[in-house]
């Protein structure tokens, strides 16, 4: 366990949203959370205690009312090249790209199962997590990004393992196939860093389905700021 990590949730996160509940009372808002993965999963009881405490509400594999809409988290991504393994998934199949590391060999920092390791998907779990729901006011926080769009391409240009080429685009196949079918609202998206400045759009759109994705590449703190009214004027900003 790495101890820096909940010492970043502890002293610095739940600290400085508790000075910013103190100063603004009635007026501090709702905060929806998950983890990335290059978050330890140890820290997930960590999230569910603060959870408890009005500071955020922990939304992985959650469905949370929120006003006259829904908010549903996801946290895993396919896999990827490195060992830490605790937020990845097999995507639609077993199948796992060049250079990708399989989930069963990588590293688990809390218990699971070898059967829900080896098989469990993210097309699965989404069925799962929203059986028959109307998602026409659905707001989904995924860490991954769907695969083939704004959000999801990568700096992986020229590299090639074992003579095949890596796909440059690294979002997940069963994250593209829910939007395309389902049409929620809205989701928003990270992982993949440097995908605003290769595209040059921070944002993508399936249908009626606006996708928006925070992530940077570089210092500065990347926001994307939004009405859910007006989707169509949401902005981004660095600071």
């Known amino acids: 366990m790495d101890i820096s990590h909940r010492d970043f949730v502890n002293d610095y996160l739940v600290a400085n949203l508790n000075r910013?509940?103190?100063i603004l009372r009635d007026d501090y808002p709702r905060i929806f959370i998950i983890l990335g993965n290059d978050d330890g999963r140890f820290e997930e009881s960590t999230l569910l205690d603060v959870s408890t405490q009005s500071i955020w509400e922990y939304a992985h594999n959650r469905k949370i009312q929120y006003n006259d809409w829904v908010v549903y988290g996801y946290s895993f991504?396919?896999?990827?090249p490195f060992h830490l393994k605790d937020w990845e998934r097999y995507d639609v199949s077993r199948y796992v790209d060049p250079g990708c590391i399989p989930p069963e060999d990588g590293v688990h920092t809390t218990p699971?199962?070898?059967n829900e390791v080896r098989y469990s998907t993210i097309k699965e779990d989404l069925k799962r997590l929203t059986d028959d729901d109307d998602l026409k006011n659905a707001v989904f926080l995924?860490?991954?990004p769907p695969y083939?769009?704004?959000?999801?391409r990568a700096g992986l240009d020229g590299v090639v393992v074992d003579h095949a080429p890596v796909d440059v685009h690294i979002g997940s196949i069963a994250i593209k196939q829910f939007i395309e079918s389902k049409q929620p609202l809205l989701t928003l998206h990270g992982h993949v860093h440097e995908s605003a400045r290769l595209t040059g759009s921070w944002r993508d759109r399936i249908g009626r389905t606006h996708m928006f994705s925070a992530a940077h590449s570089g210092?500065?703190?990347s926001l994307v700021k939004f009405?859910?009214?007006d989707l169509e004027s949401a902005k981004r900003e660095l600071i």
Do not use: G, W
Request: proline share 12%.
């Open 77 to 80: 991504i396919p896999p990827t």
């Open 148 to 152: 083939k769009t704004n959000l999801d």
């Open 227 to 229: 009405e859910l009214e």
């Open 112 to 114: 699971v199962s070898e």
């Open 20 to 22: 910013l509940r103190d």
């Open 142 to 144: 995924f860490h991954s």
């Open 219 to 221: 210092p500065e703190l």
